[in-house]
């Protein structure tokens, strides 16, 4: 059975909802555009969620497509989904997801100010739980560069909705 096309603005909504769950507040976001998404239906359910705690997130059209903060945490993470195409398609989309969310990495004292002394940057590649991705997580993303890098990879599971994490410290 072929695993189920899921679009990036629902990567990045599940995903949202864990930051939550971890007590980080997302504040910035790139929400994906192009062919295919629904850019206006992403940033209007983005701002929905925030709207019930009077917070209204930052959208730009450039950089992680979430930043998140908590007094301990400051979390840059870069969503991708998963479409039709073909192994070499799906590679690629990996490889660019990669090599962005590596960009974000920041050597300590990070630009947050002086309000979150303790926080500590977590960068993250939110993708769907695919076989194609799956085996491109577990070929070249391994320990030693997750525990440098401090990546966690969140994996969006289609049928519950749901994001499990594998921390920097698991197999996968």
């Known amino acids: 059975m072929a695993f189920p096309v899921v679009e990036e603005t629902t990567v990045m909504k599940a995903t949202t909802d864990y930051l939550i769950s971890r007590g980080v507040l997302p504040y910035r976001f790139s929400v994906a555009r192009g062919k295919g998404i629904d850019t206006s239906q992403a940033l209007t359910a ?19 497509d979430i930043e998140g903060l908590s007094e301990t945490e400051w979390w840059r993470v870069e969503c991708k989904g998963m479409g039709v195409g073909k192994g070499p ?13 590596v960009t974000y990495f920041e050597a300590p004292p990070y630009p947050l100010g002086p309000n979150y002394p303790a ?14 991705y799956l085996r491109e997580l577990k070929r070249r993303v391994r320990l030693p560069l997750r525990k440098h890098l401090n990546l ?19 197999e996968f």
């Open 46 to 64: 983005l701002s929905e969620k925030f709207k019930a705690v009077g917070f209204t997130p930052q959208f730009l059209s450039y950089g992680a």
């Open 89 to 101: 398609t799906q590679r690629n989309h990996f490889d660019r997801a990669l090599a962005s969310v």
């Open 119 to 132: 926080a500590k940057l977590f960068l993250g590649l939110a993708l769907p739980s695919s076989s194609d």
């Open 152 to 170: 966690w990879v969140l994996l969006y599971e289609p049928v519950s909705g749901s994001v499990k994490e594998v921390s920097p410290d698991q």
